[in-house]
Every structure is written in C-alpha cells, then in structure tokens.
C-alpha cells in the first residue's frame, strides 16, 4: 500500500526531529558521524508514522524522545512499532540498544520506505523472531543494529485481515 508524503507531514517531521535532536544536543549528545545521520533517521521516522497512521486510519502516535518511545499504535491486540528508511538504504536496519529497550513492551516491528514524495508499508515480523530472521551488524562506531531483507517480512495484509483498531 503506497500513499503521498503531504508538505503538511514534512513540515510536522522537521519540526519535531530539530526538536528532539536540538535536546540531545543539549544533553551532550553527538552527530557521531557529522552528517545530520541522526536528524535525518529521526525525519524519516516521524514522516513514516505519520504517514503509517493516516494510510491505516489510525491515530497519530504520541512523539517522544528518543530513549522513551512507547509502542506507535496496538492493532489487533499487538503493540506496534514502526521503522521507516529511506529509499537509499538496502535492508531495514533495527538498532540493537532500541531493539533490547523494547522487551516486553513492543509485540510486532512493522517496517516502511519513504521514497521521494511516497510511503509504502512492506512488512511485519514478531518482536522475538527478529534475532532469528536478521544479520547482526557492528558500525565503525561500535553500534549495533539487526539488518532485515524486506523477503524475510510477513505481509501487511497478514496483520490488517482480522485487525480491530484499538
């Protein structure tokens, strides 16, 4: 299912992820790598929920700071989680500190891509089955994330089929 990034969403993601990134700044937080990495997963990501919840006409998630998000959305009795990346990135990365913060709180990661000027929901896998489905990675700055091949996702039909929102 694809539906069209408005100006409205775009603006709404900017200014939330300056927001959020502006904090961490202040906390001593840093670019790790110098590029805006971080502003811009925060961009995507906020851009993907907004768009996620209008596409499945769902309420749009409560925004929080990194290190205290919740679950996006419960569908279907499931607490939900969404990740978005963007159309330059190959596989759907889950970063690993995030992915062990969620036990117990988190019961399906639900993933998306923003391409250009559209979002498109590809899949869903299980909280636990992650570890088993995925390739571990370790980036030059020692941080760790599980890789997901968008073939290795359950499809979003699967989880919508039965689905009562809540």
Known sequence: MIIDITPEMREKSKELSQKIFGKEKKLGWKDKFKTGYELASDYVGFLGEMAFAEMY???EPKFLEKGKD????????????????GERTKDFLLNRDQYER?????DIFVFGEIYENYFRSVGWIEYERVPEISRAIIFPNSSRAWGIKKRQLNKMVDLFCTASKE
């Open 70 to 85: 919740d679950g996006d959305w419960t569908i279907n009795g499931k607490v939900v989680d969404l990740k978005t990346k």
């Open 57 to 59: 006409d769902l309420p």
């Open 102 to 106: 969620k036990i117990g709180e988190i």
